[in-house]
């Protein structure tokens, strides 16, 4: 099926380990981006990459790093994971440039860190 | 910056019945546009309704539609003949052209039967 595909669905991290959360999507979108939602904050933006070769951080990008490898897919990395860091995380994607577009999102992480 | 208000946290409405969400927004922005997200319980992000802050005509997707007053910077989502599957968390959102996707903190609608 067309769209956001994120991988992992579920993981569990133990303080200080590091991992990669992949995102990828088919719509040929420009614009790739990373959320985390948490009770009573809604989603707030991580990183996004306005086109292909370029990222920028969003609202909250202490303890991540992104890597847009192709146009296709857009990684989050955490380096030394923190409890703070128990979240769940959206990757969307958008046609970029065209405000009225709408983000198709993946169907999220859900991450634990003990 | 760009910020999104959804006062309500939680609203129950019964089967059949219209319940109102809303939704403001501060901007000095005068073209944006206005989305309402539906995520139920599968975590899965659906938009429901978008607006173009030009129009003003508000816009109308089947069962819901919105109550778009630019001056207020007011955004309210309407959801008519409310149905079990209805019951979800709905998100406000704000995107300027070009721009990202910001966010309120969502409201928890229950639907009883």
């Known amino acids: 099926n067309a769209g956001v595909t994120q991988t992992p669905k579920f993981q569990v991290l133990k303080t200080g380990q590091s991992m990669t959360l992949q995102c990828a999507q088919d719509?040929?979108?420009?614009?790739m981006y990373w959320y985390r939602q948490d009770p009573g904050m809604g989603l707030r933006l991580i990183y996004y990459?306005?086109?292909?070769?370029?990222?920028d951080k969003g609202e909250v990008p202490n303890g991540y790093n992104v890597s847009r490898l192709n146009k296709r897919e857009f990684s989050l990395r955490l380096e030394s994971a923190a409890p703070s860091q128990t979240s769940v995380y959206f990757c969307?994607?958008?046609?970029?440039?065209?405000?009225?577009?709408?983000?198709?999102f993946g169907s999220g992480t859900r991450l634990t860190v003990v | 910056a760009q910020t999104v208000t959804q006062s309500q946290p939680e609203m129950s409405v019964q089967e059949a019945e219209t319940v109102t969400l809303s939704c403001t927004y501060d901007?000095?922005?005068?073209?944006?546009?206005l989305f309402w997200y539906k995520q139920p319980p599968s975590r899965q992000m659906i938009l429901v309704i978008r607006?173009?802050?030009?129009?003003?005509q508000n816009a109308t997707e089947n069962r819901f539609s919105v109550n778009f007053q630019k001056a207020a910077k007011s955004f309210s989502l309407k959801i008519s003949d409310s149905q079990l599957g209805d019951a979800a968390m709905y998100f406000c959102?704000?995107?300027?052209?070009?721009?990202?996707?910001?966010f309120g903190a969502g409201t928890i609608l229950r639907v009883k039967s």
């Open positions: 969307a994607s958008s046609e970029g440039g065209t405000g009225g577009t709408a983000f198709l």
């Open positions: 719509m040929n979108h420009n614009s």
């Open positions: 990459s306005a086109s292909e070769g370029t990222t």
């Open positions: 901007t000095s922005e005068s073209d944006y546009y």
């Open positions: 607006q173009e802050a030009y129009k003003q």
């Open positions: 959102a704000y995107r300027r052209w070009g721009n990202k996707l910001v």
